[in-house]
């Protein structure tokens, strides 16, 4: 488990990317890039930026490409902003997470039976939040 300290460079660092990232960075390879998380090494010399990119499997990839070409600007935007003796030497990482949970998604819409009298599709988190806050309604109300 990283440290207290690693979780908060790599939180200020994820801000300091991201914001960057959207605001600053004009490769035009870098296109619908978000910043999903990133692991700092304990001596807090690496940084591993793990990114979700929309598109084709090409465009992730050229957007990868353009973040590692741009790792040293991004660099010196983490030494203005974060107070740290050693700057990271950043890597980029095409993070899959969402590409797989749209699959198995797609995978269990087709395996799964269909329901009766109604849609097939599956369950949302918004439907679950909405349940539970009309739930909660109902008791605040007495």
Known sequence: ???????????????VVSMAILAELRDPRVRDVTVTYVEVSGDLRHAKVHVSVM???????????????????????????VEMRYTPKLSFVLDQGVKRSIEISRILREVLPPERGGSTELPTEQAFVSEGDHARGADEEE
């Open 1 to 15: 488990m990283p440290s207290r300290r690693a979780q908060k460079t790599a939180e200020a660092i994820r801000e």
């Open 55 to 81: 598109g084709t499997d090409t465009k992730q990839e050229l957007s990868v490409r353009g973040l590692q070409n741009a790792a040293g600007f991004l660099q010196s935007k983490i030494a203005n902003r």
